[in-house]
């Protein structure tokens, strides 16, 4: 309509009154007035554009200021950190020795880091300061703490190689690490280290750096710092380190256990090779240095002082607990002369040691068998006794089997997520479970031991044979979460993808330690009482100074003490009838046995294909009234070479009975405390899974049905081939009565024909009895004598009747004698 207007209603000049109307027959205007108009629609987009060009730049204004505020507010946080973070660790002060204490406030041991002898940086050898930055921090004198180009680069080189080869974190912070902060993996600790390490760089050098660095990392073997660790493997100072000796050690720290020279002297070479590689691609020795490392054998020197502490498996429990629960650093144990009062019972303690040196209780094995034994007091959970190895001279900070092993605990879940939570839910030991093949879905079918089936069984024997199968049933009853929140509250590791029905068999993705087994049972021999586990009663600093303490025990109710000491009940009888008669003693004993299968992969097949039968893990947790112990015997990594071939019911269970049977000699036999107004909840109305039975019986019926289907066709089939020999014989009957006839009309021809009467006399008495005949065998006698001797004889009707008598009498016995025969034949296959 605007644009129609504009033709013929024009615009006069800016100073013109009125406007220009176009009239007929005048020149018309248009082009003028298309030229305004698209000079008008100019205008209007220059507006629009002015107008998103001011309302970007007061969005950019917006944001610039909201950016300034968040940049402030983060400035002013990293700085609180940055003005709260303590460093003064970093001091060459010489190290003070912190004290352990039994729980009769014995000492056990003194622990010190003074073994390590500080050094200068210009005491260390040049190659063994470039090898620990090769393979540690590569770009160490170029970042300011935090390396985000070396995080880059370590993710690339760990996933070309395909495994962890190298770390993200900085030489920097590892020494913040080590020396500040315990080694929990939090976010807050991550920043508080990172902030930590630039603060370490603006107040120290980098050969300053380095120089703590070498002096404070572990090496393994009992040594702290490069100086120490020289004289323990090569039995030199450092100062006179070769290239691979170099090499070697600064292989050492990412994991001392596992390149560990002396214990693993493969992955060890292995890893000094990857550090000269590292060297050599980095520039720092030439590929010449390179090839003549590699290509040198380890040759170690050990020392032969002692390097471990007393009762190592305890102290490092001990020295972990400090760390997790008080917030201490490793360092600060080992040099600020602390006094640490434990609960550990030497008694206990020495007797679990003196078994674990004894090879007989284990079986023999091609070479890296292990295991781990905890013990605890089930009243207050704390801990007796530790044995994390069977290391006869186990090193300090050694990988723990005891506490630190996480393996799947096979049938010993069972009363924690099974049997427990079911009590609790009002079941009791009579109550019944079908047990047989079942399909629990998504294929999942688990089998018994052996693959035997019971059919309806208690939960009691259940339990104490350890079947399989009725687990699984009683857990889908109650259902996966009752059993799964039950056994979290225990205190097991469980994970979210652990909510299958095969976690009622141990099927663990992320496994448990025996120390957590331990503590889990102590709920049973507690009245129901979950005992939280602890090692530490106090510690002290060297000023006298509280530190923290566990003065008061944590007890968690869980289970009702009816319920409590029924699952006692039944589990003594699983040491007394079951699969745990192993752990029988002069003294009462309750417990369960657990077994662990090899997995179902092409790696444990034989040559033909079939699995083979082995064990991964056994377990034998039990208890008395006076401790709880949980056993775990298995292999660091199990492999076709290396797997068991027992029972958590053998070696576990002998392990257990020895070393509570001498940790409690002097101690007087006691029973389980019966709680009061205990009843003892019998069941046996309740019955689980009857559904599997009605389908094994549809399933047999239907067999049935076939099978008689069957033998009726057979029977039928027999009657038809019966009558057709019958029929077949009649015939031949028949034609055999013909042909007699008619010899007997040629005969006549020949001989002198007797009187009518007398001929038909004769015949009457010769055809009389053939008709009487009822059985088959009896008319085709008859006839054959007939045609054979051609002879007529006269009987009396008397003789006839007598006769018809005695042939009614052997058919009416034909006739029962083989009805009964069919029915014997017949019997056996009903009774099938």
């Known amino acids: 309509m605007r644009f129609v207007q504009a033709i013929f209603v024009l615009p006069t000049a800016p100073n013109s009154p009125s406007k220009s109307t176009f009239m007929f027959g005048s020149s018309p205007p ?46 002013n946080s990293y700085m609180n950190i940055y003005r709260a973070i303590d460093i003064s660790a970093l001091s060459k002060e010489p190290p003070r020795s912190t004290v352990f204490y039994d729980s009769n406030g014995e000492v056990i041991t003194e622990l010190t880091n003074s073994r390590m002898e500080y050094m200068t940086l210009d005491q260390f050898p040049k190659s063994v300061q470039e090898a620990v930055i090769a393979v540690e921090d590569a770009r160490f004198r170029e970042h300011q703490g935090i390396d985000f180009s070396g995080i ?92 691979a000796e170099s090499a070697l050690l600064a292989a050492i720290p990412k994991s001392p256990t596992n390149y560990s020279p002396v214990k ?36 170690l020197s050990l020392r032969t002082e002692p390097k471990v502490a007393k009762h190592p498996s305890f102290i490092d429990h001990v020295i972990n607990e400090a760390i997790d629960k008080y917030g201490l650093t490793e360092q600060q144990i080992l040099s600020s002369g602390y006094h640490i009062y434990t609960t550990m019972a030497p008694t206990v303690q020495n007797a679990a040691e003196e078994v674990y040196k004894d090879p007989s209780y284990f079986p023999e094995d091609a070479g890296g068998l292990q295991s781990g034994i905890a013990l605890m007091q089930p009243q207050t959970g704390a801990v007796l006794g530790i044995v994390g190895s ?100 225990a205190g097991l590791p469980l994970l979210p ?32 009482n979950l005992a939280k586990a602890y090692a530490i009663t106090k510690i002290v600093d060297r000023n006298g100074q509280l530190v923290g303490s566990e003065s008061v025990p944590v007890l968690e109710p869980l289970l009702d003490p009816s319920s409590a000491y029924t699952m006692t009940k039944m589990l003594e009888k699983v040491v007394n009838e079951g ?34 039968d082995g064990t991964k893990d056994a377990w034998f947790v039990g208890y008395t ?120 009309k040629d005969n006549g021809k020949q001989t002198p024909v007797p009187s009518n009467a007398d001929k038909n006399k004769t015949q009457t008495a010769a055809n009389e009895p053939k008709k009487d005949t009822s059985t088959k065998s009896s008319v085709s006698s008859d006839k054959s004598a007939a045609g054979k001797d051609q002879k007529t004889t006269a009987v009396s009707k008397d003789a006839n009747d007598k006769n018809k008598d005695k042939n009614e009498a052997v058919n009416s016995k034909n006739n029962k004698d083989t009805k009964d025969n069919k029915n014997n034949n017949e019997s056996p296959k009903k009774t099938k």
């Open 30 to 75: 248009v082009v003028k007035t298309l030229v305004q108009h698209d000079m008008g629609e100019q205008q209007m987009t220059i507006q629009i554009k002015l107008k998103i060009a001011v309302m970007s730049f007061l969005f950019l204004i917006v944001i610039a200021g909201l950016g300034t505020v968040s940049v402030a507010w983060c400035w």
């Open 152 to 243: 880059a680069r370590a993710l690339y080189h760990n996933w070309k190689s395909g495994e962890t080869v190298q770390g993200g974190s900085t030489i920097t912070q590892q020494l913040a690490k080590t020396l500040l902060f315990s080694p929990e993996q939090t976010y807050s600790r991550k920043i508080n280290e990172a902030v930590a390490s630039i603060k370490i760089e603006n107040e120290y050098s980098k050969d300053q750096i380095l120089e703590l660095y070498l002096n404070y990392i572990y090496f393994g073997e009992g040594s702290w710092g490069l100086e120490r660790a020289s004289q323990s493997y090569f039995g030199k100072k450092a100062l006179d380190l070769t290239l």
């Open 264 to 299: 693993k002297p493969e992955q060890s070479k292995e890893r000094r090779n990857l550090v000269l590689n590292l060297m050599a691609e980095q520039g720092r020795i030439t590929q010449a240095d390179r090839d003549r490392a590699r290509n040198e054998d380890i040759k």
């Open 390 to 489: 069977r290391n006869s001279k186990q090193e300090f900070r050694e990988f723990n089997y005891a506490t630190q092993n996480e393996r799947q605990p096979g049938s010993t879940i069972k009363p924690i997520l099974v049997y427990a939570p079911a009590l609790s839910d009002g079941f009791g030991p009579r109550d019944k479970i079908f047990d047989a093949e079942t399909d629990f879905g998504g294929a999942y079918t688990p089998m018994n031991y052996m693959r035997q089936i019971h059919g309806w069984v208690t939960l009691e024997e259940a339990l104490v044979q350890s079947y399989n199968i009725p687990a699984v049933a009683l857990l889908k009853e109650i259902g996966i979460d009752q059993g799964l929140d039950f056994a979290s509250k």
């Open 497 to 528: 993808e652990d909510r299958t029905l095969g976690i009622a068999l141990g099927g663990m993705s992320r496994g448990t330690s025996p120390l957590a087994m331990a503590q889990a049972y102590t709920l049973f021999a507690n009245n129901g």
């Open 579 to 612: 699969t745990g008669q192993n752990a029988q003693m002069d003294r009462p004993v309750a417990g369960k046995t657990g077994t662990t299968q090899l997995p179902d992969i092409p790696e444990f097949k034989d040559k033909y294909g079939n699995q083979i």
């Open 625 to 744: 009234p006076e401790l709880v112990a949980a056993v775990w015997l298995g292999y660091d990594k199990t492999n076709k070479e290396h797997y068991l071939s027992t029972t958590g019911g053998r070696y576990p269970a002998a392990l257990f009975k020895e070393v509570v049977s001498r940790a409690l000699q002097d101690a007087p036999v006691v029973d389980f405390e019966e709680p009061e107004a205990y009843a003892f909840v019998r069941g046996g109305s309740k019955r689980i899974n009857g559904e599997q039975e009605a389908i094994l019986l549809a399933a047999a019926a239907a067999e049935k049905a076939a099978r008689d289907k069957e033998e009726a066709l057979k029977q039928a089939k027999l009657a038809k081939a019966e009558a057709d020999k019958a029929a077949a014989l009649a015939v031949k009957a028949g034609a055999s009565k013909e042909k007699s006839s008619d010899t007997k």
